[in-house]
Every structure is written in structure tokens, then in C-alpha cells.
T-cell receptor
Framework: GAVVSQHPSRVICKSGTSVKIECRSL??????MFWYRQFPKKSLMLMAT?????????EQGVEKDKFLINHASLTLSTLTVTSAHPEDSSFYIC??????????FGSGTRLTVV | ELKVEQNPLFLSMQEGKNYTIYCNYS?????LYWYRQDPGKSLESLFV?????AVKQEGRLMASLDTKARLSTLHITAAVHDLSATYFC???????????FGTGTRLQVTL
């Protein structure tokens, strides 16, 4: 079945630094990937839709300069949290459409900013 | 704007009992998904429901869809402790669209 690999699974960084999260589709090509953020005991909130070879589409209220998304190939999308602050601490999950009816999710990244 | 609501938000039930989780959505949708999430983990796909009246079953879980009422249900039969998790429904509107998630239902099955 379709597999989406997300790395790292956990990361701790200092305030003011940047962190990059990778999302790879291992056995299929993903022209579109999605990035979600999840706070404890809350639902998934879509941050942006990543399109291969073009600019990402950000949801309302998401700062595009803070959450940089790059989708340079059909199997890789990256999310970079720039100048991280403690309020950016969260669980980030990527997803790819792996078929007409199916979305496959990465294993998630727990980001802690200290 | 598409809104997806679930109830209850939290459900504590005894092993062996039956219960239903409800998922309401605000506008017409092409597909309805159910996912399971264990603490600290990502999402596991359970069901995809495509049309009015669709019913799917896997083990002790059964999902149904009523597109006219904009309602999906996830029925749990004879709950066991292993079913303890958070369950999300989500809807999308076609290949060019995106998933909108429900609020989630945290299920706790007690021995």
C-alpha cells in the first residue's frame, strides 16, 4: 500500500531557529501534499496545500513567510518553520493523495520550541 | 465554508456495550472518511463512504452515510478496550479539494 514517510518524528529547537520537516511519498507520486497542525486533544487544522512545481496554497490565517513550503519533486514536500517560537510547538502531520479515493498520512512530527 | 461536527466529543463506555458516534457536515460533499488516531500517533484510515446509503463494516466498527441528512455514523458493537482512541470523520469535495476534519470523538473503553 501507499506509504508516506515523515521526518523527523520529534524535534526540539531553540526559539529563533528554523526547523525543516520532510514528507516523502515512498511508492507513489504525489502532485499534491497537505500539511496539518494539531494541538493537544484538538482536531487537525489544514495549514496549506503543497503543489509540485508551484507555490503552496495557504489557509486563511497561516503565515506563509513563517511556514515555508517547498514541493520540488513528485515525492518530496518540506515544511520549514522559520524563527520558531514556543507557540509554534505542535504536532505537524503531512498527507498525500495516494489515489482518487485515498489520503495517506505521514507519522507526524512533534515540534517543541524551547 | 464547510463545517464538520462530531458528537459526542468524549465517550466513556464499558466493554461489551454498543454506541454510535455522529458526524454532521454543513454542505454537500463527495466523500466521507473515518480515521482513528492513537495518542501521539498519526491517522489510520478506517472507511471511505462514497454514496447515499453506503454502509461499511470492519470488525466491531460499522460506518454509514446519509447524504440527504448530511450525516454519517460510526457504530461500535460490543466495545473492547483496544478500540480506545480518538475517531475523526472528514469530508472532501472531489479530486481538486482537500479534507476538512471533524472535531473528533475521544473514545475510552473501560474494563
Amino acid at each position: 500500500g501507499a506509504v508516506v514517510s515523515q521526518h523527523p518524528s520529534r524535534v526540539i529547537c531553540k526559539s529563533g531557529t528554523s526547523v525543516k520537516i520532510e514528507c516523502r511519498s515512498l511508492d507513489f507520486q504525489a502532485t499534491t501534499m497537505f500539511w496539518y497542525r494539531q494541538f493537544p486533544k484538538k482536531s487537525l487544522m489544514l495549514m496549506a496545500t503543497s503543489n509540485e512545481g508551484s507555490k503552496a496554497t495557504y489557509e486563511q490565517g497561516v503565515e506563509k513567510d513563517k511556514f515555508l513550503i517547498n514541493h520540488a519533486s513528485l515525492t518530496l514536500s518540506t515544511l520549514t518553520v522559520t524563527s520558531a517560537h514556543p507557540e509554534d510547538s505542535s504536532f505537524y502531520i503531512c498527507s498525500a493523495r495516494s489515489g482518487e479515493l485515498r489520503y495517506t498520512f505521514g507519522s507526524g512530527t512533534r515540534l517543541t520550541v524551547v | 465554508e464547510l463545517k464538520v461536527e462530531q458528537n459526542p466529543l468524549f465517550l466513556s463506555m464499558q466493554e461489551g456495550k454498543n454506541y454510535t458516534i455522529y458526524c454532521n457536515y454543513s454542505t454537500t460533499s463527495d466523500r466521507l472518511y473515518w480515521y482513528r488516531q492513537d495518542p501521539g500517533k498519526s491517522l489510520e484510515s478506517l472507511f471511505v463512504l462514497l454514496s447515499n446509503g453506503a454502509v461499511k463494516q470492519e470488525g466491531r466498527l460499522m460506518a454509514s452515510l446519509d447524504t440527504k441528512a448530511r450525516l454519517s455514523t460510526l457504530h461500535i458493537t460490543a466495545a473492547v478496550h483496544d478500540l480506545s482512541a480518538t475517531y475523526f470523520c472528514a469530508v472532501d469535495k472531489g479530486t481538486a479539494s482537500k479534507l476538512t476534519f471533524g472535531t473528533g470523538t475521544r473514545l475510552q473503553v473501560t474494563l
